[in-house]
């Protein structure tokens, strides 16, 4: 039986196992998936001995997406343009790294929201990795503009500079949070701050009425920017469809099947 699994540290935590193993029975793939914690200086050995085992492919999360960009022998534009992989495929060509994040990200939004990116005014929250990766997927949608603020500013800035040739030119612009001028179709928050609870200081009139508003994390109850997106007319979105949906992209990329995931997503809701 073909062998995934997850790297990261901590692990335990993961819900990529249940999904995967949903996507799998639904689509009739033989496969296993399991959690594997490796070690902060251990993650090349960790998966160099997967592969050995016969691993076929592995995702990666925190803290080991920049080292399994360092560790792959090809990537793909999508993982080269975030610089960080999430996704490893393990074949004849060695070790390839793609990053499904923002293809998530966006799927989430067009499909499981219904909320179109083309011609709309977005507003992308932080510029670190998971900013990063959302930049070229988000920019392959066509929207009239993409905001990225961010606390440091200079960070945002190199983020413009590096995709004003990937279709950014016009479309991009950088700033600080309270650079931020008018209201958006889409504002996600892509900073880590929710994870302390911490709310980026962004003006409430970055919402209008129906504004759809994504915080990439996701918990048992909403974060405070989705409590503020919320009080000021926003839809507010969770993390969670974004995460079944980079796992759908990965599995497609693993098994050349793409599962249905809106059963999915409901039932790891059931989860949290
Ligand atoms: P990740 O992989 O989750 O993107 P990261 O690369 O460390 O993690 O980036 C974290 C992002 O969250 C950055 O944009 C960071 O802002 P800085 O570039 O100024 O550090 C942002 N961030 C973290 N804590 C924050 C907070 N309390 N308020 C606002 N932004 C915050």
Redesign the pocket.
């Known amino acids: 039986m073909d062998r995934y699994c997850v790297f990261g540290n901590p692990i335990a935590h993961s819900k990529s196992p249940d999904i995967h193993a949903a996507f799998a029975a639904q689509t009739g793939q033989q496969l296993t998936y399991d959690k594997r914690l490796a070690p902060l200086d251990g993650f090349a050995a960790a998966v160099h001995a997967f592969i050995a085992e016969g691993g076929k492919g592995a995702n990666v999360t ?1 803290p080991f ?1 920049l080292d399994a960009h360092k560790l792959a022998n090809a990537l793909t534009i999508r993982a080269q343009a975030a610089g ?1 992989v999430n996704t490893l495929l393990f074949d004849a060509h060695g070790i390839t790294g793609d990053n499904t994040d923002g293809a998530g990200l966006v799927a989430d939004i067009t499909g499981n929201a219904g909320v179109a990116i083309a011609g709309r005014r977005l507003l992308l ?9 959302a930049v070229l997927p988000i920019l392959e949608q066509r929207p009239a503009a993409l905001v990225i603020a ?3 500013v200079a ?2 800035t190199a983020l413009v500079e590096q995709f004003a040739a990937l279709g950014g030119e016009g479309v991009l612009s950088a700033g600080g ?1 309270g650079d931020i001028t008018g209201s958006f179709d889409i504002v996600v928050n ?4 929710s ?2 609870a ?4 962004i003006p409430a009139s970055v919402f209008h009425p129906g504004t759809l508003a994504l915080d ?1 994390m996701y918990g048992k109850e909403p974060t405070v920017f989705l409590r503020f997106a919320a009080q000021h007319g926003a839809v507010p979105r969770d993390g969670l469809g974004m995460l079944v949906e980079q796992a759908a992209e990965a599995f497609a990329l693993w098994r050349g099947v793409r599962p249905d995931t809106a059963a999915v997503l409901a039932s790891i809701r059931q989860t949290l």
């Open positions: 925190v997406k960080a929250l932080g510029a670190g990795g998971a900013a990063r990766g961010n606390r440091t960070t945002a949070f892509a900073t880590s701050a994870l302390q911490d709310l980026p200081p990439m």
